[in-house]
């Protein structure tokens, strides 16, 4: 079955540049979340969009920000990178009927390592 | 903000052995997920918990949701090398909200 797929797996930039993840959620998944999970911690919340509006935002710096696009796939953009950006950041989806249900998925996340 | 303790931190076990790992709130659960995780990898999901006093199985992983307690447990039976990795408990404590707030997880090592 299919799952979310998440690119690039591993990514490696330098202070002050910028990154951008991307996601793609489960075919007929509505929703995207984005968590980020720093070395030892727990994942942390970002941010989410349900039909590609923003639905919820977390603890996402002001430096990050993020869209859902029409076909459902959402990027995370990273700007003015710093080293406590180094992380490994989640997208998952879910499907608001269902959600209550089944939860939602999560992808296999990407590793960003700022140098 | 929400405040989930998960117990043990970590754990090490001898191949065969039952094992329980728990998860408290401070806050009303409204629901409990519980995920695996292999170190640097994604989140695997075992089990979801609404309702006080559901249980819910699967192979030799159960996971059960006491209410009034706002706590959780989850049981290994007969473990096996391929079940250590660290387990998450993740909670919905908004009641109908999507995000989830994890727990920092428990570390488990099953020696062969």
């Known amino acids: 079955a299919a799952g979310v797929i998440q690119s690039p797996r591993h990514l490696i930039k330098e202070k002050r540049e910028t990154a951008t993840l991307k996601c793609y959620p489960i075919p007929r998944h509505d929703t995207v979340y984005w968590y980020q999970q720093g070395p030892g911690q727990d994942p942390q919340f970002l941010i989410s969009?349900?039909?590609?509006?923003?639905?919820d935002k977390g603890s996402i710096p002001d430096r990050f920000s993020a869209q859902q696009f029409s076909d459902y796939h959402s990027e995370l953009n990273m700007s003015s990178l710093e080293l406590g950006d180094s992380a490994l950041y989640f997208c998952?989806?879910?499907?608001?009927?269902?959600?209550?249900?089944?939860?939602?998925?999560f992808g296999s996340g990407t590793r960003l390592t700022v140098v | 903000s929400q405040e989930l303790e998960q117990s043990p931190q970590s754990l090490i076990v001898q191949e065969g052995k039952n094992l329980t790992i728990n998860c408290t709130s401070s806050?009303?659960?409204?629901?409990l997920y519980w995920y695996k995780q292999k170190y640097g990898e994604g989140l695997i999901f075992l089990m979801m918990?609404?309702?006080?006093?559901e249980e819910k199985s699967h192979e030799k992983i159960t996971a059960k949701l006491d209410e009034k307690k706002q706590q959780s447990s989850l049981h290994i039976t007969a473990s096996q090398p391929s079940h250590a990795g660290i387990y998450l408990c993740?909670?919905?404590?908004?009641?109908?909200?999507?995000?989830?707030?994890f727990g920092k997880g428990t570390k488990l090592t099953v020696n062969p």
């Open positions: 806050k009303t659960l409204y629901g």
């Open positions: 918990l609404q309702k006080g006093g």
């Open positions: 969009f349900y039909e590609k509006m923003q639905s």
């Open positions: 998952a989806s879910s499907c608001a009927g269902s959600w209550a249900n089944y939860g939602y998925t």
């Open positions: 993740g909670a919905d404590n908004e009641g109908g909200s999507e995000k989830l707030v």
